[in-house]
């Protein structure tokens, strides 16, 4: 049974490689990306490419007037409203190292939230004083809470051979 589902696998990660995916290099060049609606619903957060990289900006969704929060060398994307929209929670990738960072509205108190060597990215609110977010860091992707005051990400999922077969 297992070489089946291996065949099958296998077979099918063939056919994606050579019909292509639309996440993967298909269509138009990535610009704007991820946007978010503040909890008031009169901002919209969002990745733009710039010519370092990604960095977030917010936008009046009537007047499409845009303001930089990030300015860094570094790809920051990925952003999540705070849940009385004075926050965020984004991913950047400094150091070689992909982690989860919080920053205030206006860019200010940019804080590093996870140091792992691992991926931490899909930063989500879950409250007022946590994030919830993905990580391949036990080396399958699982799911992660950190609490904004202990800063030390504790593992809510499992994934096993025995779920996985």
Same mark, same amino acid.
């Given at each position: 049974?297992?070489r089946?589902?291996?065949?099958?696998?296998l077979i099918?990660?063939?056919v994606f %490689?050579?019909t292509?995916?639309?996440?993967?290099n298909?269509?138009? !060049?990535?610009?704007?990306?991820?946007?978010s609606?503040?909890?008031s619903?009169?901002?919209?957060?969002?990745?733009?490419?710039?010519?370092?990289g990604? !960095?977030?900006?917010?936008m009046?969704?009537?007047?499409?007037?845009?303001?930089?929060?990030?300015?860094?060398?570094?790809d920051d994307?990925?952003?999540?409203?705070?849940?009385?929209?004075?926050?965020?929670?984004?991913?950047?990738?400094?150091?070689?190292?992909?982690?989860?960072?919080?920053?205030?509205?206006?860019g200010?108190?940019?804080?590093?939230?996870t140091?792992?060597?691992?991926?931490?990215?899909?930063?989500?609110?879950?409250?007022?004083?946590?994030?919830?977010?993905?990580?391949d860091?036990?080396? %399958?992707w !699982?799911?992660?809470?950190?609490?904004?005051?202990?800063?030390?990400?504790?593992?809510?999922? %499992?994934? %096993?051979? !025995?779920?996985?077969?």
């Amino acid at each position: 049974m297992k070489r089946i589902v291996l065949l099958g696998l296998l077979i099918g990660g063939l056919v994606f %490689s050579l019909t292509g995916c639309s996440m993967f290099n298909q269509g138009p !060049e990535i610009q704007n990306w991820q946007p978010s609606v503040s909890p008031s619903s009169d901002e919209i957060v969002f990745s733009s490419k710039e010519e370092n990289g990604f !960095e977030l900006f917010l936008m009046d969704p009537d007047s499409g007037e845009k303001t930089r929060i990030t300015n860094n060398d570094y790809d920051d994307w990925g952003p999540d409203w705070g849940p009385k929209g004075e926050r965020l929670a984004f991913v950047s990738k400094r150091d070689d190292n992909t982690d989860i960072y919080l920053i205030d509205v206006d860019g200010g108190n940019e804080t590093r939230l996870t140091t792992n060597e691992s991926q931490d990215v899909n930063p989500r609110w879950a409250g007022e004083s946590e994030i919830i977010f993905n990580s391949d860091r036990t080396g %399958s992707w !699982e799911i992660f809470t950190v609490d904004l005051s202990e800063a030390k990400p504790i593992q809510l999922t %499992s994934s %096993s051979s !025995e779920e996985e077969g």
